[in-house]
């Protein structure tokens, strides 16, 4: 016979052995509990309740189930036998047996499998112990994020000591592929809460042709709700000992940052021993003080020439030729903005003290604004600089440019926008012994512009609309040929050279826009064409006046297909000067081809890149990266990856080379977990 019975509060709280969620509180409130039972009883002389056969009981979200459940009053012991379930929305927690002191607030879960959905966490073990409010100890427990009855992966230990907030300290801790054992941990002790907590992260190694076998350690510490450090030592057996320190902070909503420091005490390079060290600073900060000053700094640096070519892992490190450090000051009137910067510069091919850095440099600008009531608009650019160098010609300068403007239009048509400016430079302090320098030079400049477009219902057999745009522009500029051989030549400010030019640009676009009756209407941009060049109006011109030409592109015919390209071409020789090209195809599925070119006569670039992407081959994933010199059929850098994915875990098996130097990779990443260790991977320096 089933008995239901509906009760106002709920008599036993079993489901506070629920690790990732306290429970406690069930059958505290005033959610009605519905208690069903084949048999329901009250022995009044013993003080217990009983329920057998089918017991369900539910309160809100929550569901519990068992064969059998007893409760005593007295002790607060509450019992409940065969296929016990506690289930709700984000959790599971089953078992054979259950028994919960409701008084003591402890209790133990036989045979326990705990399964947390959102991280597809399982958790089991012999017994699944509850010995306070916060306190757990597993039994012979495995942990994993896999699904099945054999998961690919999983932590087995033969105890695990849980507290809340705290950590989790695991003993004889295995590491299992599938049920096959690959790697023991004597002890183990890990954060046991979603929240950040400090502790111990998971160490690497690796190995490469100029580092050696490398062990990387870390250790995480929260300093509080805003803000956390982690700590590195690494060592490397053909190079040293490294340390490193990350400090993270967030002020308020306006001030946040992060910096870095690693040092390293160098006992060889490429087998030589040597006796040196090497370190690098980096701070990025982006904040608001007082007054509405935004403060921004990006600071890098390095001590020794090497350092990026020693720990470098893209070519975007391995390949740079200096490091700068910016600091600065801004502060904004509306129409006016005032900018305070340092400014430091190191050459990392040579040790050159000629440098240039600036300490400081200030800006005061005001954007274009009407003058009055007049057709005419003004604006300033000014800047002082300090320029100092060990060796070299150091100095000041202040540098105005007023500027003033105005805007016509022929027959509600054609924009036309003359602008004069005077630069008028300044030059004090400098250690040459010279005297005081100063310069005008003023510039002239006409832009005439108009736009015409034209749209396009169903074109070509898609939905929607076609807008096609073109805008021919011309543009003259003048700059007088003045002598200034007398100025002091710190940049390209001090030698500014005679311009008298006429530039003429023509510019295409066509725009798509699909109409969806669900979503409303898209747009995308399907090409962009802009075709420039100069012509030499100068006395000193050559016979060919005609400059060179430039053709920019941009072709996105589909939203798997986009094609850029940047081409500059000599009309007198008929050769290419400039070229940049990128062509790439993709899905929405991973697979995907990049390549580019980059060609240019003046800096001696001739290189090529290719980035393929392939995932149709699930569940392996192919990526090979090359770029490759054509000036000196020289390949600058070679990157093959194979990633197995599955359901809770992946290999990245992954060769590098570049110049002489080659790493392996070797990495397993576990989900819920995260990376356990690597061949070749980078470790904790900038």
Known sequence: MLIRIIVGILLFVTPGLVLAADFDQVGKTEVPVLLEADQLSLDKA?????????????QGDLEVHSQTLEWNMASGEVVMTGEVELLSPDEELSGTAANYNLKHGTGKITAGHFFLREQNFHLRGESIERLGKLDYRIKNGIFTTCDGEVPAWKFGASQVDVTLGGYARARHTVFYLNDIPALYFPYMIYPAKTERESGLMIPTIGYSSSRGFQYGAAYYQVLGVNQDATLYLDYLSDMGLGKGLEYRYVFGQTNGGEARVYHIDVDKVDGVSVDEERYALEWQHDGWLP???????????????????????????????KVQSVFSLRKNWGKYNLIGQMKYTKDLEIADPTTLQLYPRITFDATRQRLGESIFYYALESEYTNFWRREGLRGNRLMARPIVSTTVKLWDVIAITPQLSYRERFYWGLND?????????????????????KIYTQPLGFSGKLRHIIEPELVYRYIPDVDQTHLPDFDIYDRIEELNQIEYALVQRFTLRSDHPDSGSTYRDLLYLRISQPYDLTDSAPEQRFLDLRLEMKVLPTTWFALHTDTTLDVDSGEWVKVAASVKIGDKNDNSVTVQYHYDAVEDINYGAVDLSVAFLKPFYLNYQQRYEFATNEQLEQVVGIEYRRQCWSALLS???HDDEQAVMLTFTMRGIGSVGGVGSSFGGI
């Open 46 to 58: 013993a003080g217990v309740y009983r329920a057998q056969g089918n017991v369900k009981l539910v």
């Open 655 to 657: 060769l590098r080379e």
């Open 291 to 321: 007054g509405d000053v935004r403060m921004v700094a990006d600071v890098e640096y390095v001590n020794d020439h090497d350092y990026f070519e020693d720990f470098g892992t893209v070519a975007e490190e391995y390949n740079k030729d």
């Open 433 to 453: 012994d010279s005297s005081s320098e100063y310069d005008g030079l003023p510039e002239f400049v006409t832009r005439a512009n108009t736009r015409l477009q």
